[in-house]
């Protein structure tokens, strides 16, 4: 028994350093950086999470077996094991990275990340890991390979469809005709934000709160309008009537400084873009106008016509301009 203290030590001692260095010198080291605002600082240690009390483990396992009076090909198996953990540890984290930065990356290009890139980073990242493991611990990874590569065709065509809608995924990514947090409307009326772009589907909120899914494929095929292409900015347009009997020139000033006044409180870092209207149309009962003016996106549309309706209605009373409406007479004969 006494031959078994040193490896017992050995691994009390891995465990008990493991538990300090998660619970106190990482914690601490993560809110000293996190206080200095290192770039890409919280990738990197939530890529580390928990590995530090991995490998204090496998430290102490390894010194164990070292110490311990086990045969030669017992020890050699269990750090086989060992080695097999640690490469896989070092893998599981080189993948967390690459898929933190990878997010990162089309975060400060595009703005939204989409799980599709950085999964098929994170999956790139493990198989490549996965393979030089096996190559470690002297498992010939061509006959792997090779066998893989003709099975790979077999599930080719067991799984067109799946791989139709990756290959639509990566299209809708690499060509930037949908973001995520573009507003679409698709040919079918389904319109919304885009949430997410995955390996097998587009995910789209509509402005319900309601999610509509659909599969890549079909998005990529589909006629739709993408109202942040160009750009997110947009003319809200809104069609009044006014009577015969009002100044054109008073309608048009009048109508201009409150559509400034709505964009001072929806979109003031337009306002350089200042608004017009254009008289169009002498209808039968009104001389007809449409107001432009731009707002940030498509959806700032809802609040911006919410605004100029109320603020033009109480602007046009006391301006004394009339909004017309229909009115027929009837001439009763009788008899």
């Known amino acids: 028994m006494i031959q078994w203290i040193i490896p017992l030590a050995f691994i009390c001692a891995g465990i008990i350093a493991g538990l300090i260095g998660e619970k106190v010198i990482f914690k601490k080291l993560k809110t000293f950086v996190t206080e200095k605002e290192v770039p890409g600082s919280d990738i990197i240690f939530q890529a580390l999470h928990r590995m530090t009390f991995v490998w204090f483990v496998l430290a102490g396992f390894f010194w164990a077996i070292l110490g311990s009076p086990v045969r030669p090909d017992i020890a050699n198996a269990f750090q086989k094991i060992l080695t097999i953990i640690f490469l896989y540890s070092v893998t599981l984290v080189l993948a967390r990275l690459t898929s933190g930065f990878v997010n990162l990356l089309v975060r400060r290009t595009e703005g939204v990340p989409t799980s599709l890139l950085s999964n098929l980073a994170k999956i790139a990242v493990l198989i490549l890991g996965t393979l030089i493991l096996l190559q470690t611990v002297g498992v010939q990874i061509t006959p792997i390979v090779t066998t893989l590569g003709i099975g790979g065709l077999a599930v080719g065509l067991a799984l067109q469809d799946t791989l139709a809608n990756l290959f639509s995924g990566f299209y809708l990514v690499i060509s930037q005709q949908v973001r995520t947090g573009d507003y679409v409307k698709l040919d079918d009326g389904n319109q919304g934000y885009i949430t997410d772009i995955n390996w097998r589907n587009t995910t789209i909120r509509e402005i319900s709160n309601n999610v509509i899914i659909v599969p890549n494929s079909k998005l990529a095929s589909a006629i739709f309008t ?110």
Not at 230 to 242: M, Q
Not at 256 to 274: D, R, T, Y
């Open 226 to 335: 993408n109202y942040h292409l160009p750009a997110k900015e947009i003319t809200l347009t809104l069609n009044v009537g006014v009577s015969y009997d009002s100044d054109l020139e008073l309608v048009e000033r009048v109508t201009v400084e409150v559509a400034k006044e709505v964009m001072q409180e929806i979109a003031p870092e337009l306002i350089a873009n200042e608004p017009y209207m254009r008289f169009h149309t002498f209808n039968d009962f009104s001389i007809d106008y449409t107001l432009y003016m731009r707002v940030s996106e498509f959806f700032d549309q809802r609040i911006g016509k919410h605004l100029l309706v109320k603020k033009l209605h109480k602007r046009y009373h006391q301006e004394g301009i009339q909004i017309p409406f229909p009115i027929r007479d009837i001439n009763l004969h009788g008899n």
